[in-house]
């Protein structure tokens, strides 16, 4: 009966759902949360064949989490990586895979633009999550293709009762930040919720300022400057018990600079190190839920997003100056140079239906479709796109109960995208074998593919010994294909004792691999390519032990993974050229660590709360390219091996009950051991994308909040 009654109450997750918080329930509780990304229906994690990771909106908030990107941290086998020296973009890694292979989700749509994807996993602010579910590699058709390495699905909080609350944090981190203002943030939240809970309301804003820092003295930030407002809300309406709609509204504008110092109050073409991104983004949804009868569901959503930039990138290092007594005078100099324009339309539409013709049987079915319309000019590199992607995709989906002990889930989608000749068919499946209440394994397999369109990385210009980097399709660029297989199984020990296991492995033909192509006639300007390398594959295993008791439980996560060409591909340098740019080959893939820890503490105390997280980054191979300081002519291509980075961050907090609320004072240290890459590029010739190590140097925060 349990697969009927949750059918017949929360088919969809726009009905009643229940976020979990191990804050705040049983030890027992905490380890059964509910989900729904895997298949698209609320049930208890123990239930659903597809393997999903939990991460509660309520633990965001004890560790001073700011942002999306800080927040996916808290799982296992997740890595933010650091991309630049001079902005601090940053990306997720899953699998090992970097964030083009990762579906980003929002209440289950993927309103997450390619232009978006370059700074918007930090403008996110983690105060609007109740819940993030994680799904690694596929096995589930609900989904796009281009989903790989899995699926980040950030579901929205509920209100239960009319409330509200203020959130206060104040930072300070190590480095020179040359007097600039420090950094904080700043949050308010009101839910208004009807008396006869049909109407609910939620309405934000907040503001989160991270001050520049120059650590290793060289005149150049390597913490960028990001000042960021962002707003929304979200309503929900139940005219009868049966139907829902909501609405989300979000905005977020975000003024982001590095570079020069020197140059910090000037315009950012006049620094001999710039980059400035002004960006605004705005997304809007529309969904409608509906329960039709005991055994029909249906969803129907329309989601549009728009994101919009202005840019600098480079500085007089690169791009000359117009001034006679400047080393890097040039009389060509326009005062527009470097500076350019993008913008990014996606529009979505979603529809599925779910038909349960018995407790042993569901069928989902649906089709999506999403239109993208990019527009981007960067003169400065010589960069003008007006380019539009679509995809048509349907999808069937069968869930088959045949007792207590099993639970098959598999189907198939069918894309007609709009950059490939004839429809890609990507069959999935997913398996629960539960011979009792304390041992579940789990299977699944997959097939995706990326198509070759624009990616967010391309939509990033690097600075290198003084030239511009910049990234292009091949014009015969065919698609990326991909397999992936994992076996997952989970113990439940006692009440209080969990081990759990991962072993995955992808099989990637085709492979999108990124070359060196410059062209002699653009001297300031270093093309790359993207093409088809050999295939590829990743592979490796994860294991997840943890304690749960009702006042403090503890994680300990350990992912060993391996990311390999079947041959070597050329990472940098041009084996037929210049011989000081020597040809660097590398067989696996680079800037990706084969080995992960994650620990996990918290403790609920009588007079106060507590946590540690403390995480383990291995070493990994990363490109350098080395320039003449003076000059910037290159010297030669190598390739580093980082060391290992132990990041942990700490804190204390205590609720103080108040007369009309509740008032809770936090403390803590962020990075407490100050790791940080100690072998940063200096000067105005740098090599922005040496990077590898923590995004911070050790932050102190103290937090006030106080709920009404």
């Known amino acids: 009966m349990w697969m009927k009654r949750i059918f017949m109450r929360t088919l969809f997750y726009g009905k009643s759902v229940v976020i979990c918080s191990v804050t705040d329930i049983s030890a027992q509780d905490a380890l059964n949360p509910l989900v729904v990304t895997g298949s698209q229906v609320i049930e208890p994690l123990r239930d659903t064949p597809v393997r ?10 004890r560790t001073g989490t700011r942002s999306l990107a800080e927040a996916v941290e808290y799982s296992p086998g997740l890595r933010v990586s650091t991309d630049c020296q001079n902005c601090s973009v940053q990306s997720i890694q899953m699998l090992g895979l970097p964030q083009q292979y990762i579906g980003i989700l929002s209440d289950g749509l993927p309103n997450f633009s390619t232009l978006a994807g ?18 690694k590699g596929g096995g589930s058709v609900l989904y ?19 409330s509200g609350h203020i959130d206060m944090r104040f930072l300070g981190s190590r480095g020179d930040n040359f007097g600039q203002e420090p950094g904080g943030s700043f949050f ?29 003295g060289d005149g150049f930030t390597d913490v960028s400057k990001r000042d960021l407002w962002s707003g929304g809300l979200r309503a929900l309406w139940r005219p009868v018990i049966d139907h829902t709609f909501t609405l989300d509204l979000f905005a977020s504008d975000e ?7 020197l140059a910090w109050d000037l315009q950012p073409n006049e ?51 117009p001034d006679l007594a400047s080393p890097f005078f040039d009389a060509s100099w326009t005062s527009d140079r470097g500076f350019g324009t ?70 198939v989608r069918s894309d007609f995208n709009s950059e490939l000749d004839d429809p890609i068919f990507s069959p999935r499946a997913a398996i629960l074998w539960s011979p009792n209440n304390d041992l579940r394994v789990r299977g699944a397999i997959s097939t995706g593919f990326r198509a070759p369109e624009l990616f967010d990385e ?171 300081p003076a000059t910037g002519d290159l010297i030669g291509n190598k390739m580093e091996r980082s060391p290992w980075f132990f990041n942990i961050d700490v804190g204390i907090s205590r609720k103080f009950e108040m007369t009309d609320g509740d008032l809770t004072v936090s403390v803590g240290v962020k990075n407490l051991f100050d790791e940080f890459q100690n072998d940063l590029e200096t000067g105005v010739f740098r090599d922005s994308d040496y990077v590898y190590g923590p995004a911070f140097s050790r932050t102190y925060y103290a937090g006030l909040r106080y709920d009404f």
Do not use: C
């Open 144 to 162: 796009g293709p281009g989903a790989v390495a899995g699926v980040i699905n950030l579901i929205p909080r509920e209100p239960t009762q009319t």
């Open 342 to 411: 993008t913008t990014d339309d996606l529009h979505f539409l979603d529809t599925l239906f779910a038909y349960q013709p018995s407790e042993e049987h569901r069928i989902s079915f649906g089709g999506s479709f999403s239109r993208e319309n990019l527009t981007d000019a960067q003169p400065s590199v010589n960069r003008t796109l007006d380019e539009t992607f679509r995809n048509l995709g349907f999808f069937v989906q069968h869930r088959w109960k045949p007792n207590d002990i099993w639970t098959f889930e598999y189907g």
């Open 271 to 321: 620094g001999r190190i710039s980059e400035e991104i002004l960006s605004r983004r705005y997304v809007s949804t529309l969904k409608w839920q509906a329960d039709w009868s005991e055994h029909w569901s249906s969803r129907l959503a329309y989601s549009y997003s728009r994101t919009e930039r202005e840019s600098y990138y480079g500085g007089t290092g690169a791009l000359g100056s």
């Open 458 to 628: 391309d939509l990033h210009i690097s600075n290198v010994g003084g030239e511009l980097q910049t990234t292009f399709n091949d014009p015969s660029l065919e698609e990326e294909n991909s397999v992936t297989l994992s076996v997952s199984p989970e113990w439940q020990i006692n009440e209080s004792w969990r081990l759990e296991m991962n072993a995955f492995h992808t099989w990637l033909d085709d492979t999108f691999v990124v070359e060196p192509n410059d062209d002699p006639l653009t001297p300031r300007v270093t093309e790359f390519i993207r093409t088809n390398g050999e295939s590829s594959r990743v592979y490796g295993a994860e294991l997840n032990l943890g304690y749960f008791r009702d006042d403090w439980n503890i994680q300990f996560s350990w992912v060993q993974q391996r990311l390999e060409y079947d041959n070597p591909q050329l990472v940098l340098g041009d084996p037929n050229g210049d011989p000081a740019d020597n040809p660097i080959f590398s067989s696996t893939y680079v800037r990706t660590p084969e080995s992960l820890a994650l620990l996990r503490f918290t403790h609920n105390g009588d007079w106060f709360d507590s946590y540690v997280t403390a995480k383990a980054t291995g070493p990994m191979n990363v490109p350098r390219i080395s320039s003449d």
């Open 52 to 61: 999903t990771e939990v991460i509660d909106g309520q633990y965001l908030s």
């Open 118 to 135: 370059v700074y918007g996993i930090e403008q996110i602010p983690a105060g609007t999550i109740g819940q993030i579910e994680i799904v």
């Open 188 to 216: 308010g939240l009101y839910d208004f919720v009807s008396k006869d809970e049909r109407f609910k309301l939620s309405m934000y804003g907040g503001f989160d300022r991270i001050d520049p820092i120059d650590r290793d």
């Open 255 to 261: 003024d982001r600079r590095g570079g020069d110092i």
